[in-house]
């Protein structure tokens, strides 16, 4: 079985990949915060006189391809770049989430949207199961499309990760013929919003492998001890030089002239396509490039830092960072339900943190119950995969003349 295949063929990471670990985590915890922030904002969890947190929100899901790109292209290395096993291990992480995110969301839209159908989108449920169907593919951004899932707001960037997980398997197959056949077909189904943010994901993608090939070629040190000063303050100087940069490009002026030439490319595509094509939430993508880049080399950086350290604050980041993927998937299902049966008068006061903590709460043990089932989904997928690579092996040797 391909699960087995994958234990044969694991490699291990260098300590200079591994550095980089605890600065990713805190800043996917960081990144998801801001998203929250936002999407609390909206509902009106939040006072109205503070400012939009609209493209901070955004620059949070800009740093999170960069991450995902770095991670996963660690699990690829891991998986010993074969394409199937790294299948398996992304896809049932993303569909042990996805599966019971969308249910669970299309029961609690179909009670609150009795009382405020106003905050729903009541054309998707009278046929829920096709659209179930058509977002289960993850095909809601490709060309045309911007559609989300019921109140699965956040949903948009997983059909960015999906096709971004399959282009990587796409280069890991040995043949030629196969890898540039299969690269353009996923090519092909992407469209333009996902290849617009392709050089976010991918920069993380190059980081790893940078990382990677210095590892190989230098010795690393034997432990944080023996390292440099500077090295051992390079995840909290990445952070840091992080941090000033992106606000320098912010207080500058040159994110909003980037946003401004990001619009004019929008603008012409809309205009050559007659209005059917538009690249919706990659309408930044030169702003982003810049978000993207700059987090890239503080990540560089991270990487030069010693092992990490077993102290409470890594292990407590290191439980919480792979649970901000069901907390970025279902919050905002649980913030319109509470939006639609409390009225913002009577969540004022206390109630409003207190209310906005609880759901915080119920995302995260939503997540732990359901990255339980992860197992459930390698074994389905490993199965399915398995029978499907030999029926076709089966075929191929059936269609020789026997002798």
């Known amino acids: 079985m391909l699960a087995k295949s994958l ?9 200079t990949v591994l550095a980089a670990f605890p600065f990713l985590d805190l800043w996917r915890v960081l990144a998801a915060a801001c998203v929250l922030a936002l999407h609390f ?9 503070v400012p939009s947190f609209y493209r901070l929100a955004h620059l949070g899901v800009i740093v999170f391809f960069v991450i995902s790109g770095y991670s996963v292209a660690s699990a690829a290395h891991r998986a010993g770049h074969q394409p199937l096993e790294f299948l398996v291990a992304r896809w049932s992480r993303l569909y042990s989430v996805v599966v019971p995110a969308l249910l669970l969301a299309l029961v609690l839209d179909e009670i609150a949207g009795i009382g405020r159908s106003d905050l729903y ?5 009278p046929k829920w199961w096709l659209h179930l169907g058509f977002h289960l593919l993850f095909l809601g951004e490709s060309w045309h499309f911007t559609l989300r899932p019921f109140s699965i707001i956040p949903y948009w960037s997983l059909a960015y990760e999906f096709w ?11 043949s030629a013929h196969w890898r540039w056949l299969a690269l353009g077909v996923v090519l092909l189904i992407m469209g333009p919003h996902l290849w617009a943010l392709l050089p976010c994901w991918l920069l993380g993608v190059v980081v790893f492998r940078v990382t990677l090939a210095s590892a190989m070629n230098v010795a690393t040190a034997a432990g944080p001890g023996s390292l440099p000063r500077w090295r051992r303050a390079a995840r909290p100087l990445a952070c840091l030089g992080f941090i000033l940069a992106g606000a320098g490009s912010l207080a500058s002026g040159i994110d909003a002239g980037l946003i ?3 619009r004019q490319v ?12 538009r690249l919706d939430y990659a309408r930044w993508f030169l702003a982003d490039y810049l978000i993207a880049l700059l987090f890239a080399l503080a990540l560089l950086l991270a990487c030069q830092g010693g092992p990490p350290r077993n102290s409470r604050l ?11 993927f069901g907390l970025y998937l279902l919050h905002y299902t649980l913030i319109q339900f509470c939006a639609a049966l409390i009225a913002p008068a009577q969540r004022s006061g206390w109630r409003s943190p207190a209310l906005a903590a609880l759901i915080i709460a119920t995302c995260l043990l939503l997540s732990v119950l359901f990255s339980r089932t992860r197992p459930f989904w390698q074994r389905g997928l490993d199965g399915a995969l398995s029978r499907a690579l030999f029926w076709r092996r089966g075929r191929r040797a059936g269609s020789r003349p026997t002798a």
């Open 121 to 125: 989108p009541t054309w998707q449920y």
């Open 41 to 49: 904002q909206q509902q009106q969890f939040w006072p109205q006189d």
């Open 266 to 277: 929008d603008e012409a595509l809309q205009a050559f396509s007659h209005k059917t094509l």
């Open 260 to 262: 401004h030439w990001s």
């Open 314 to 324: 890594h292990r407590g980041l290191a439980w919480l960072a792979p649970h901000t």
């Open 7 to 15: 234990k044969a063929t694991a490699h291990s990471l260098p300590d």
């Open 164 to 174: 971004y997980y399959a282009l990587l398997a796409a280069s890991m197959l040995r």
